[in-house]
T-cell receptor, first 114, second 117 residues
Framework: EAGVTQFPSHSVIEKGQTVTLRCDPISGHDNLYWYRRVMGKEIKFLLHFVKESKQDESGMPNNRFLAERTGGTYSTLKVQPAELEDSGVYFC????????????FGPGTRLTVT | AQKITQTQPGMFVQEKEAVTLDCTYDTSDQSYGLFWYKQPSSGEMIFLIY??????QNATEGRYSLNFQKARKSANLVISASQLGDSAMYFC??????????????FGRGTSLIVHP
């Protein structure tokens, strides 16, 4: 069974540009989560989808971040326009149930904004 | 205030020895869950072990055990018989409000473990 995949693995963009990160959850997992880890700091929750609906987006830092999950399959996280403080590793996780210890994480996308 | 504190940014251990990674937490909830994840150099986060706040016995999963001391609010991870493949970043996490509450965990900053041959 394929795990959670994320694309790209690494992205380097200039301040003001737009970047779109993609996450493909494990097939059949209704729950999809986005997290971010800024270098040396905690992993922070961004948002949670249940199928195509946003269940909790309390962790989204500001309106420059837009997440979508059309059709309840893969999800995209767009940052527009990117700022220097957006640099970090963006993780996606998916789960079938709602309990967190069943979350399976992807390898992350390392975003560098210069 | 941090909810999850991992005071050891880096740890070194000799292969085949045991190592303890520290984690303390802060919550006023009676019901919560504690987790440890491993992040190897490949980047993915691997779930290792879970401890519920009402579990009376310490959780164990193979070479991993969680030393749960509720009164001290600590949930240290013990890795026995360390292997070279255990070298990775380890994250402690907590989920509060299990009864109908949020399932979103709070993570610590992580501890980097290096196992020497």
């Amino acid at each position: 069974e394929a795990g959670v995949t994320q694309f790209p693995s690494h992205s380097v963009i200039e301040k003001g540009q737009t970047v779109t990160l993609r996450c493909d959850p494990i097939s059949g997992h209704d729950n999809l989560y986005w997290y971010r880890r800024v270098m040396g700091k905690e992993i922070k929750f961004l948002l949670h989808f249940v199928k195509e609906s946003k269940q909790d987006e309390s962790g989204m830092p500001n309106n420059r971040f837009l997440a979508e999950r059309t059709g309840g399959t893969y999800s995209t996280l767009k940052v527009q326009p990117a700022e220097l403080e957006d640099s970090g590793v963006y993780f996606c996780a998916s789960s079938q149930g709602g309990t967190v210890y069943e979350q399976y994480f992807g390898p992350g996308t390392r975003l560098t904004v210069t | 205030a941090q909810k999850i504190t991992q005071t050891q940014p880096g740890m070194f251990v000799q292969e085949k020895e045991a190592v303890t990674l520290d984690c303390t937490y802060d919550t006023s909830d009676q019901s919560y869950g504690l987790f440890w994840y491993k992040q190897p150099s490949s980047g993915e986060m691997i779930f290792l072990i879970y401890q519920g706040s009402y579990d009376e016995q310490n959780a164990t999963e193979g070479r991993y055990s969680l030393n749960f001391q509720k009164a001290r609010k600590s949930a240290n991870l013990v890795i026995s018989a360390s292997q070279l493949g255990d070298s990775a970043m380890y994250f402690c996490a907590m989920r509060e409000g299990m009864a109908g509450g949020s399932y979103i965990p709070t993570f610590g900053r992580g501890t980097s473990l290096i196992v020497h041959p």
